[in-house]
Structures are given as C-alpha cells and as structure tokens.
C-alpha cells in the first residue's frame, strides 16, 4: 500500500537554525510529494510540491527534493524564524482519484 | 480563483445532539470533496470523500455521515453527537480527475461536544 514516515516531533529550534524534517514513503506507482503546513487554529497550506524524480519544490524559503532512489521528500529551511512555527506534514498522492497519503505531522517550534 | 468555505468556524454542542457541518467550494467544478478531523495534538484522520454527487466514500465506521446534495456542497453531519466526536474538522478539494494532484483545504470548524 501507499504510506508516508515522518520523523517524530516535537522540534524545537534557536531562530536562524537550519532545519530537516525527513520524510520518506511506499507507494504503488509514481507518486507526486508535497508538503503542507499548519498554523495554529487553520487549515492546512500547500507549501511545495514535487511531481516527478529530481524535482525540487521550493517556496519561502523552505525546499525539498524528490528522490525516487532514497524514496525520500526531506523538506529544508536555511534560516528559521519565529514565525516558522507549525505543524508540518508530507504527503503523497498517486493517479487514480484517490485521497492523499499524509503522515502523521511535526511539530515545529522556533524560539528567539 | 478558487476558494472553499467551511461553516461555522466554532461549535459547541451537547452530547446527544445532532450535527451539520457544510462546506463549499467556489470557481471550479466537478471537485473531489473531502472531510478530514484532527483531534488534539494529533494528525489528520480521513472521514469521506466524494467524486461526484450522491458518491460517498466513507473511510471510518463511526456515528457520522456525509453528503453531496450539489456538485461543490459537502455536509458533515451527525444524529446525535459522542464526546469523542471534538476535534478540528477539516473540508478539502481537489481537480476531479485520475491524475495526482494536491488538495485544498478550508478554514477548518472547531468542535467542542460537552
């Protein structure tokens, strides 16, 4: 079946700290990855997505690769801030009409 | 440009009563529709999905059900309500079609079952 692994939270980071949080999947087929953020007390925001191998998703600041090799998304941010502070999730989606795959979120916390 | 909404933003029910959650999507057609719900601190767990009017999916056995009565109207709903039914529900979308696309989600209804 199709599954996503995220590394547990709670992460806490200094701000201007550089971050990982490492993802990998299983799926059936050719996935397409992405990751989503949430802020306290909203919805989810799509954050960056990748839809092939070697693809890198970028968007304010943070980025993540595609690596069918490793079947890994590991999303990166050079530098946190405060406002970075949320709860993070990796998905899959896979042709078919059928809903994402999403793991399970990490906590993110930044401190000045 | 496409939107969804999601009403009302905050809930407070007793246990027993009924529940109507709905949520719709403007600027697109045919969507694939979704409810989601996050209890607290924890991840998102996948309720129904929808692809196309009067089609339900339903991922949970539970005392809740939904429907698509109009092709951008999801509702949530519930004839009477548990204490373990609180938590964050989430309304999402996406382009109906057999490719892998990403979902949109809405706002999010806060539910508190006292």
């Known amino acids: 079946g199709n599954s996503v692994t995220q590394m547990e939270g709670p992460v806490t980071l200094s701000e201007e700290a550089f971050l990982t949080i490492n993802c990998t999947y299983t799926a059936t087929g050719y996935p397409s990855l992405f990751w989503y953020v949430q802020y306290p007390g909203e919805g989810l925001q799509l954050l960056l997505k990748?839809?092939?191998?070697?693809d890198k998703g970028s968007n304010k600041g943070f980025e993540a690769t595609y690596r069918k090799e490793t079947t890994s998304f590991h999303l990166e941010k050079g530098s946190v801030q405060v406002s970075d502070s949320a709860v993070y999730f990796c998905?899959?989606?896979?042709?078919?009409?059928?809903?994402?795959?999403f793991g399970k979120g990490t906590r993110l916390s930044v401190i000045a | 440009s496409q939107t969804i909404h999601q009403w009302p933003a905050t809930l407070v029910q007793p246990v027993g009563s009924p529940l109507s959650l709905e949520c719709t999507v403007e600027g697109t057609s045919n969507p694939n529709l979704y409810w989601y719900r996050q209890a607290a601190g924890r991840g998102l767990q996948l309720l129904f999905y929808s692809v196309g009017i009067g089609q339900i999916s339903s991922e949970v056995p539970q005392n809740l059900s939904a429907s698509r009565p109009q092709d951008r109207q999801f509702i949530l709903s519930s004839k009477k309500l548990l204490l373990s039914d609180s938590g964050f529900y989430l309304c999402?979308?996406?382009?109906?079609?057999?490719?892998?696309?990403?979902?949109?989600f809405g706002p999010g209804t806060r539910l508190t079952v006292t």
């Open positions: 999402a979308w996406s382009i109906g079609t057999d490719k892998a696309y990403e979902q949109y």
């Open positions: 990748a839809t092939k191998a070697d």
């Open positions: 998905a899959l989606s896979v042709p078919g009409n059928t809903p994402l795959v």
